[in-house]
């Protein structure tokens, strides 16, 4: 019986499920507002952080299992790829899940201090949403034009984040995270 304790139970994935959509709203709704300008989109490494740590850490005290923050970083890179996100993020976007899950174990998902480093790290699954600026820059310019946005959109945007900046990126999230 001692094993059934550390497994997830169907409470458990609810739980998941629930808060992973109360995060991708909160992602959603920022992610609008880069209509506005290419910066703004920059800027998703401060907001969503910010913005998500209010469900994030209701979340973080529903957590008493491992697996928890690892199985919603593989549902946030579901997501991300069915919004068109593409693939190229996946890997670190379920990284940062795990990472952020053994830390959060680590402190016996009681301890504040690794429940903070433990978001923090788990942000970084944000700037996956980068990846395609970075890697596939010339398409996803094309892709930009043809889909309607400026000349001078696509070069504030590239201006804000490419393969310089990307670092700049990962850091902020991790610490507004």
């Known amino acids: 019986m001692m094993g059934n304790e550390n497994r997830l139970q169907a409470k458990d994935f609810i739980t998941i499920g629930i808060f992973t959509a109360l995060l991708f709203v909160v992602e959603f709704a920022c992610g609008l507002l880069g209509y506005i300008h290419p910066y703004i989109v920059a800027s998703y490494v401060v907001m969503i952080p910010l913005v998500g740590s209010i469900p994030m850490m209701l979340f973080y005290t529903k957590i008493e299992k491992f697996g928890m923050l690892s199985i919603m970083s ?13 693939y190229l993020g996946a890997p670190l976007i379920i990284a940062s899940g795990v990472i952020a899950d053994l830390i959060a174990k680590s402190g016996k998902y009681k301890s504040f ?42 070069d504030d945007l590239f201006r804000a984040i490419n393969s310089k900046t990307i670092a700049d990126l990962l850091i902020l999230c991790f610490v507004f995270g």
Do not use: H
């Open 74 to 86: 593989v549902l946030l890179a579901i997501i991300m790829f069915v919004c068109g996100m593409g």
């Open 113 to 154: 201090k690794k429940t903070v480093l433990s978001y923090g790290v788990f942000c970084l699954w944000i700037c996956a949403n980068y990846f395609p600026v970075v890697v596939t820059a010339d398409q996803y310019r094309e892709d930009l034009i043809d889909g309607g946005y400026s000349m001078e959109y696509c």
